[in-house]
């Protein structure tokens, strides 16, 4: 049975502050790794890939993946009110069109 | 492009009824999934169409769930019948091929069974 595991928080960061979202996962032969972002009450929209391992920047957000550890984080900078969601991780387990959903972790950033 | 639509937003309904979720993706998508969310098992495949052949069912909780896909721009999913279990939220999503691109939810349909 392929898990993905995260830590359910909330996680509870101030304004301006780096949040930190971690998650692992026990599919050795997953390739593709995936950070959604969902709101309240709305659907799940997709912020980050990655594939290496290593980093990945894009804007305010950092993943980070380490294939021989088995785990994926995703950093936040300069965290605003509005990045207050919970952070959905996905891994592919090597399938082209399968993902395993983590069940999130809350993150609530406080003006 | 209006996004991946969804209907009804909501559906409440009493044990033992059908129930219908309608699903429209992205014009020129072709892989099309629909998901189950709930607090205890969090987000869930279903079922995984490309091209509007089924390929992977096995997700589908048991033989009361269907879904179909007659036509690339639309798809249902029908529980009959119905069980108070079943409530929970339902997503359509879809991409152009499938996780390769990014996946497009639509708004979700909450499915309540009393």
């Known amino acids: 049975q392929k898990e993905v595991e995260q830590n359910s928080g909330p996680l509870s960061v101030p304004e301006g502050a780096i949040a930190s979202l971690n998650c692992t996962y026990s599919d050795r032969g997953s390739q593709s790794f995936f950070w959604y972002r969902q709101y309240s009450g709305k659907s799940p929209e997709l912020i980050m890939s990655i594939y290496s391992n290593g980093d990945k920047e894009d804007g305010r957000f950092t993943a980070q993946l380490n294939k021989a550890s088995q785990y994926v984080s995703l950093l936040i900078r300069d965290s605003q009110p509005s990045d207050s969601a919970t952070y959905l991780c996905a891994d592919s387990g090597g399938s082209n069109y399968k993902l395993t959903f983590g069940k999130g972790t809350l993150l609530t950033v406080n003006p | 492009d209006a996004g991946v639509i969804q209907s009804p937003r909501h559906e409440v309904t009493e044990m033992g009824q059908e129930v219908t979720l309608r699903c429209k993706p992205i014009s020129g998508h072709n892989s099309l999934f629909w998901y189950r969310q709930t607090m205890m098992r969090g987000l869930e495949l279903l079922i995984y169409f490309n091209n509007n052949v089924p390929i992977d069912d096995s997700g589908m909780p048991e033989d009361r769930f269907s879904a179909k896909m007659p036509n690339a721009s639309f798809s249902t999913l029908k529980i009959q019948p119905s069980e108070p279990r079943d409530s929970a939220v339902y997503f359509c999503?879809?991409?152009?091929?499938?996780?390769?691109?990014?996946?497009?939810f639509g708004s979700g349909t909450q499915l309540s069974v009393l």
């Open positions: 999503a879809s991409s152009l091929q499938g996780i390769g691109e990014k996946l497009f």
